[in-house]
């Protein structure tokens, strides 16, 4: 069923059927991905939430208008459950980073693709927002006191509870609500990847390419470099992580004066 909306929606755009469809692995969302082979080779997306396909493709689109790399969707149906874009490869910046992952130590191509990725960050945030029309967004167009409180309670569930450390709860929810509290006050119009991670780039010819980006929102830029900086199993060392804010906030000057930054 679905390769074969697949086919119809690249016949219809290319005026012939794919060479060849192959399944990607899975991302662990409810889309999934196909490589359809031929002229020109692309992606085919399948998704079960029309919402979530339909921020995508808005963003996509918004993007792109802004000069951010980002893939270009050239077809879809009627319905938004089906879409084809411009195929990137195969290369995560994860992957690309493997034996840094694995060492803790970073040889200089590596690092340069992590300075690379950490100077397109302000750009997203920043020109990402400009113009955007954040009713778009899916599940939540910004990021609220209810979001963050998501968050801790997720670690609270899947890491303090499951490691079976001793803790007082109504004393870790007051410190909850006190954190939510002042991430609050720095509340911005900027655009908040919300998931920025190395395994959300793509390299493609040596640049930064971003992907999986639906579940952005408006936000405050701080929390797409901790998730990056700190992003579980990059393993990064304490030096390289100041080295990489540093080449973030040296990219943020050009939309955000340094004085009134978020750091």
Known sequence: MITEELKKLYCTYTG???????????????????????TPTLI????????????????????????????????KSDNDAFYLQEDLGDTLLFNAIEKGRKTSVFDEEEKQLLRKTMRLLPAVQFSGADG???????PQSEFNSRSILWDL??????????TGMEFQEDRLEDDFQKMADVLMRSSSATFMYRDFQSRNVMIKEGEPWLIDFQGGRKGPVYYDVASFLWQAKANYPESLRKELLKEYLDSLCKYQPVEEKYF
Do not use: W
């Not at 808005?58 to 893939?71: I, N, Q, S, T």
């Not at 955007?132 to 899916?138: E, P, R, V």
């Open 153 to 162: 309670n997720y670690f609270k569930y899947c890491f303090l509870k499951a």
């Open 132 to 138: 955007m029309d954040f009713s778009y967004c899916y």
């Open 44 to 75: 085919g997306v399948s998704g079960t939430s029309l919402e979530e396909n339909q921020a995508f493709l808005y963003m996509a689109d918004h993007f792109r208008k802004k000069g951010l790399p980002v893939p270009q969707v050239v077809a």
């Open 16 to 38: 012939h059927e794919p060479e060849a469809i192959e399944e990607l692995p899975s991302s662990g969302s409810n889309r999934r991905y196909f490589r359809l082979t031929g």
